[in-house]
């Protein structure tokens, strides 16, 4: 089976770790099927539209096409401007994807809403059908409840052109469902990296890391420092690492300040997955402290480290933390969040790193999600046969 993949978050020239868990779900799936990626790209300040095959070595054959972001200052010029060449430069990427690969027999749209209005369009010509899958947590934190009733209306009519529609947890479906886009949907995790790494040692008692972008009124970093504040009362030993960026990171610098946390606060920015995962396996247990989170890759790259978190039950990470890996706590709540942080340093859970491994080894590995996948795109094509 010959898939091709649109997706709204792919890593590209303005952010090279944007949607890279959507690009190892591809990965994945071209285990089992022949995977082709088109990823467009709006990019200021481009002389002319680019296209490049990024990659044709891992599995999947992926082509990026960049076009130039128009810089209108009136919106809704600037916004259809940018409709137009975002349909052109898929229009090239759609003739390229015809040339070199050939005509696929389905059409995988990811995050609305471009690539799924476009997705559409090219299946509907083709007579082959369309998945839609999501992982925007715009669905639970009131921001597509907000948007208008045209778009509700342009959202339903795409999700209930889809022969599947998959989403990333359960917790992501059931908001969609409750939004009235689906009737159904099918649960596709991410791949959780890391997995083939030999199991590290147990972290330095108190090095705590968070792994997030700085935009506090989602990930709440804030909290996290004043937890540590509070936790560093009762024993020095805790510190904290956070790898991310963000536009909050001056706001959390003057935070760390406040509180007098210049020498246990370490800001490293972004770093590349394989540094990550470097870093994770250095802690001694990792903190997402998440106002809302659809999946959380974040939980289950320390997990599969063998590394304990503390998460809140923020969405995402309760598909993940049991009694045996981590502990829950409700979100903004910095207290709990300090006390949950004090016992582990106090030995009181007595977590295990191959037990805490074994949680997501089988379920979230790029053998499970590939094959989750494909029985998704069978479902499909047979939907579409009937």
């Not at 599995?59 to 975002?86: D, Q």
């Not at 934190?141 to 529609?165: E, I, N, P, Q």
Request: hydrophobic share 45%.
């Amino acid at each position: 089976m010959h898939v091709l993949l649109l997706p709204k978050w792919y890593p590209g020239r303005n952010d090279p770790q944007l949607g890279d868990f959507i690009r190892k779900q591809a990965l994945a799936a071209s285990a089992f099927v022949r995977m082709s990626v088109l990823h467009i790209e709006a990019v200021r300040g481009l002389d002319a539209d680019e296209e490049q095959v990024l990659r044709d070595d891992e599995g999947a054959w992926e082509l990026a096409i960049r076009f130039r972001a128009s810089t209108i200052g009136f919106a809704p010029i600037r916004k259809a401007v940018n409709f137009i060449r975002y349909g052109r430069a898929t229009s090239h990427g759609w003739a390229r994807v015809m040339s070199e690969r050939g005509r696929p027999d389905l059409l995988h749209a990811y995050i609305m809403v471009r690539p799924a209005l476009f997705a559409w369009c090219l299946a509907r010509g083709q007579r082959v059908p369309l998945v839609l899958s999501e992982q925007s947590s715009e669905y639970i934190d009131g921001t597509y409840a907000g948007k208008s009733f045209l778009f509700h209306r342009f959202s339903r009519f795409l999700f209930r052109r889809a022969a599947t529609v998959t989403a990333v947890s359960a917790h992501l479906g059931e908001a969609m469902r409750a939004q009235g886009l689906c009737a159904a949907y099918t649960v596709v995790p991410n791949v959780v990296p890391g997995l083939e790494r030999p199991l590290p040692p147990i972290g330095a008692v108190g090095h705590f890391l968070a792994v997030a972008d700085l935009v506090d009124r989602t990930k709440n970093i804030s909290g996290v420092l004043r937890a540590l504040a509070i936790a560093r009362g009762q024993d020095d030993r805790a510190h904290l690492t956070i790898i991310g960026d963000g536009p909050d990171r001056e706001r959390l610098n003057g935070i760390v300040h406040d509180l007098g946390l210049m020498d246990h606060v370490h800001f490293l920015g972004r770093l590349p997955n394989a540094e990550v995962l470097d870093r994770t396996a250095e802690a001694f247990a990792v903190v997402v402290n998440s106002n809302v989170e659809t999946f959380s890759v974040v939980t289950g790259e320390a997990l599969a480290q063998g590394k304990p978190v503390i998460a809140t039950r923020c969405g995402g990470p309760q598909a993940f933390i049991t009694e045996v890996n981590g502990i829950l706590i409700e979100p903004r709540d910095d207290g709990a969040l300090a006390e949950a942080m004090l016992k582990l340093m106090r030995s009181e859970a007595g977590f295990d790193p191959q037990r805490i491994r074994d949680t997501v080894s089988e379920r979230f590995s790029p053998a499970a999600v590939g094959r989750a996948f494909s029985q998704v795109y069978d479902q499909a094509i047979c939907v579409n046969a009937h």
